[in-house]
C-alpha cells in the first residue's frame, strides 16, 4: 500500500496557535483599513483640488468631484480610458500629454481655461508604489520594475483668482509706466521748454534796468534786486525738475560698485563746504553694491549737503555706517543737526518742499531727488525718528536682489568707526537750537 496523503493542515495548527485568533487579526486589519480608504475618501471628496488617479493603462482607477471643473467624467467611468473621456479645457493634444508622462516619466505642468472661462494649473505626474508599501498588499500592476510608474496622478487647481489678480497687476503697472512716461514728459516739456522764455524776461530786465536805473532811486534798485533773485530762483526749480524728470530716462549702467568710493566722491565734490564749516564726517565700512554710481554719489552728497545746511551752532558731525537685515542694506547718515519735526519727516521728500527754513540755500529739490534715485534702485529712503533738536538720521534701504545681481554685497575692508548698534549715535546738541 502506498501511503496516500491526508488532508491539508492550517499552519496555525502545525505551529500550535488559534485559528479563530488569526482570523480576528485579519478582521482588525481590513477594517482598519475600510476606515482608512473612508477618511481618504472623505478628504478628497470635500478638496478643492481636483484629482485623478489612472494604472497603467491610463484607465481611470478613482477621482474625486473637483475633477469634474476638468474632466466630463462619470462614477461609471471607472475602468475606462482616459483618452475616451471629453475635457472642458482649452489645452490641445491633453490626452497625448498624459501618455507622454508616462512614456517618458517626467512630470508636467500645463496651464488652461475652462469653458466657464476659469483658470486651472493641470499637474501630471507618474505614480510610482510606495517605497515601504505593506509587502502583503496586492500589488497595482504587473510591472516588474518597482521604479516604474505603475500609473499617473493628475491634480487640478483652480488659480483664476490668481490669474485675476496678475492682470490687474498688469494693467496696473502699464498704467502707471504710461502715466510716469506722461509725467517724465511734461516735467521737460516744463522745465526745458520754458527756460526760454525765462532767458527773454531775464534780457528784457537788463534792458530795461540800464536805461531807467539810478543810484539814487532805492525803490526801483530793490524791484530789479526782487525780480533777479526770482528768475535766478526760477531757474534752479527748472534745473532741479529737469534733473528729477530724467532719473529714470538718463541713468546712468546699473553695475556693481564700493560704496565708499562714492563717499569719497561726493566729499571731493563739497571740499570746500566741508573745509569751511569745519565738518566731521566718519564712514564706517560699507558694502558693494548694485548701483548707478553717479546717481548715488549724487544722494550721498545731497544728504552730507542737507547736514552742513541744517547744522546747529557747532561744527557738523556726520556718521555714516551700514548693516544687513533679512532682504537689504541699511545705509544711515545721522548727523548732529537741527533735525526733522515728527509731522515733517514724510513732507521733506515732497518736491519743492521747503518748509520754514526760508533762509537755507536750495529750492526743496534736494531729498525728493534723493527719494526718486533711491526707488529706482527699488529701495526707499526715510527720516528716523529722534527727537527734534538732536539731528537726524537718514536710512536708505537698498535690497540684495536689485536688477538679479545682488546677494549680500561684501564689506570693504577699512577703518572701523561704526557702533554696531541698531540705534544711531546721540550727538550733543545746543539747546538754542531747539527754537
Excluded at 530716462?249 to 571731493?268: E, F, H, Q
Excluded at 561744527?315 to 545705509?331: D, G, M, T, V
Excluded at 529706482?376 to 528716523?384: K, Q, Y
Amino acid at each position: 500500500m502506498t501511503d496516500e496523503p491526508g488532508p491539508s493542515v492550517d499552519p496555525s495548527y502545525a505551529a500550535g496557535g488559534n485559528p479563530h485568533s488569526t482570523h480576528s487579526e485579519h478582521r482588525g486589519e481590513n477594517a482598519e483599513l475600510n476606515r482608512d480608504t473612508c477618511r481618504w475618501d472623505d478628504l478628497a471628496g470635500n478638496n478643492d483640488i481636483g484629482m485623478m488617479c489612472l494604472d497603467h493603462e491610463l484607465k481611470i482607477q478613482r477621482f474625486n468631484p473637483a475633477i469634474t471643473n476638468v474632466f466630463y467624467v462619470l462614477p461609471q467611468d471607472i475602468g475606462r480610458p482616459i483618452e475616451h473621456i471629453a475635457t472642458s479645457l482649452d489645452v490641445a493634444n491633453l490626452h497625448d500629454e498624459i501618455r507622454s508622462v508616462f512614456r517618458t516619466d517626467r512630470a508636467i505642468e500645463l496651464k488652461g481655461k475652462n469653458r466657464q472661462g476659469r483658470y486651472f494649473l493641470i499637474r501630471i505626474r507618474p505614480n510610482r508604489p510606495t517605497p515601504n508599501a505593506n509587502a502583503n498588499a496586492i500589488p497595482i500592476d504587473q510591472r516588474t520594475d518597482e521604479r516604474d510608474p505603475c500609473g499617473i496622478v493628475l491634480t487640478c487647481v483652480d488659480v483664476s483668482s490668481v490669474v485675476r489678480g496678475y492682470e490687474k497687476i498688469r494693467r496696473t503697472a502699464e498704467t502707471i509706466e504710461l502715466t510716469d512716461h506722461d509725467l517724465q514728459e511734461f516735467a521737460y516739456a516744463v522745465s526745458h521748454d520754458l527756460q526760454a522764455p525765462l532767458r527773454h524776461i531775464a534780457t528784457n530786465t537788463r534792458w530795461l534796468r540800464e536805461k531807467y536805473h539810478t543810484q539814487d532811486d532805492e525803490e526801483t534798485c530793490e524791484s530789479f534786486a526782487a525780480i533777479n533773485t526770482s528768475m535766478a530762483r526760477l531757474e534752479s526749480m527748472f534745473v532741479g525738475l529737469l534733473q528729477y524728470s530724467r532719473v529714470y530716462s538718463l541713468g546712468n549702467t546699473i553695475v556693481k560698485t564700493d560704496l565708499p568710493g562714492l563717499v569719497d566722491s561726493a566729499m571731493r565734490t563739497l571740499a570746500d563746504l566741508i573745509e569751511e564749516n569745519n565738518v566731521e564726517i566718519q564712514c564706517g565700512p560699507l558694502p558693494a553694491l548694485v548701483v548707478d554710481p553717479e546717481q548715488i554719489a549724487t544722494v550721498f552728497a545731497q544728504l552730507i549737503l542737507n547736514s552742513i545746511h541744517y547744522r546747529q551752532d557747532h561744527a557738523p558731525k556726520i556718521r555714516i555706517e551700514a548693516r544687513q537685515n533679512q532682504h537689504s542694506w541699511e545705509i544711515d547718515f545721522h548727523d548732529n543737526g537741527i533735525g526733522i519735526a515728527a509731522k515733517h519727516r514724510e513732507r521733506v521728500f515732497v518736491i519743492f518742499s521747503r518748509l520754514e527754513f526760508r533762509s537755507v540755500p536750495g529750492e526743496g529739490m534736494g531729498l525728493a531727488l534723493c527719494k526718486r534715485i533711491i526707488q529706482r534702485h527699488g529701495g526707499r529712503i526715510f527720516a528716523v525718528d529722534s527727537p527734534f533738536g538732536r539731528g537726524v538720521t537718514m536710512r536708505i534701504q537698498m535690497p540684495f536682489d536689485f536688477d538679479g545681481d545682488v546677494n549680500a554685497g561684501e564689506l570693504n575692508a577699512g577703518e572701523m568707526n561704526a557702533s554696531g548698534k541698531d540705534t544711531p549715535p546721540s550727538f550733543e546738541a545746543n539747546e538754542a537750537a531747539e527754537t
